[in-house]
């Protein structure tokens, strides 16, 4: 519709009004468009003006004027509309040195900023950097960010969005392998640990740098310490590992934590 377009007005029952927190339901209402035509479809910033929210037996109105497009319509609360759309999240491996992370928005309302956050065993997560975000915007926007810590193993990433009220969102989980192909492969054996030498429990970790002090310890999946020793890595860059009976550890997964050589290694092992 050409300008100047169209005035229109929405009618909904209180009853209807079930915006969360209920302090929305009485506060400015507005009204948003779905962009379906656009290359990428998006929720437009609301329409200016509003009204306040009506609840119960009432009748409640909101009005736009000079309304253009005509696809699906929305009231939202002024203070809470729709917020980013996200397109895509991914992590890439770049010169074995650093992992890259990118991100796009179709759109973001009330963008604050956002974090990413970094898991070695896609559980316990850590905020490890902090990306401004573009407020209310209706345009696609591209985000990256590198990762420079230099370790071995798995990496779980997921992005944190924060509105300008602190209200914030969580991405879907994303994984990917972080090796130096200039160092043989970590790894732990036997895996499943189940092998015992009296009242001991015997396994190895290989693939470090020989004859270097290795710091290793042992977690379980709520993140309690069961081990923690240094050992001095053999001339095959091996580290034998002898739990004495006192530390015998229960059925379960656990994290084996590996750093030698100014380098951090995981993995996960079972123990049956």
């Known amino acids: 519709l050409a300008s100047p377009g169209a005035d229109i007005t929405f009618s909904y029952k209180g009853s209807e009004n079930t915006l969360t927190p209920v302090g929305l339901q009485t506060g ?6 779905w962009d379906a035509a656009a290359a990428t479809p998006v929720w437009e910033t609301p329409f200016t003006g509003g009204s306040a929210g009506v609840t119960g037996t009432s009748v409640g109105t909101v009005s736009v004027t000079g309304a253009t497009k005509f696809s699906p319509f929305i009231i939202v609360a002024a203070t809470a509309p729709l917020p980013i759309e996200l397109l895509d999240f ?7 040195k650093y992992v890259e992370l990118k991100w796009s928005t179709a759109s973001e309302t009330n963008n604050d900023y956002f974090t990413i956050e970094r898991s070695f065993d896609g559980k316990t997560f850590n905020a490890i950097t902090f990306i401004d975000g573009k407020g209310t915007c209706t345009k696609t926007s591209t985000y990256e960010s590198i990762d420079e810590t230099h370790l071995e193993g798995i990496y779980y990433y997921r992005l944190k969005q924060t509105d300008f009220d602190g209200k914030h969102t969580y991405s879907k989980v994303i994984s990917i392998a972080a090796t130096d192909s200039n160092v043989p492969e970590f790894s732990v054996y036997p895996n499943p640990i189940n092998t015992f030498d ?13 004859e ?14 069961h ?3 240094i050992i001095i890595a053999d001339t095959d860059g091996n580290v034998k590992i002898a739990l004495e009976s006192s530390q015998r550890l229960a059925n379960g997964t656990y994290m084996i934590r590996a750093s030698n ?3 951090l290694f995981s993995k996960k092992i079972l123990v049956q």
């Not at 991914?90 to 074995?96: C, V, W």
């Not at 009296?198 to 740098?209: D, K, V, W």
């Not at 270097?212 to 310490?225: A, F, N, R, S």
């Open 28 to 33: 400015t209402l507005k009204v948003q468009h």
């Open 90 to 96: 991914n992590a890439t491996r770049r010169d074995e």
């Open 198 to 210: 009296g009242n001991n429990i015997l396994f190895s970790l290989a693939g470090l740098q020989a």
């Open 212 to 225: 270097l002090p290795t710091l290793v310890v042992l977690y379980d999946i709520l993140g309690k310490e």
């Open 227 to 229: 081990y923690s020793k």
């Open 261 to 263: 050589n100014n380098k």
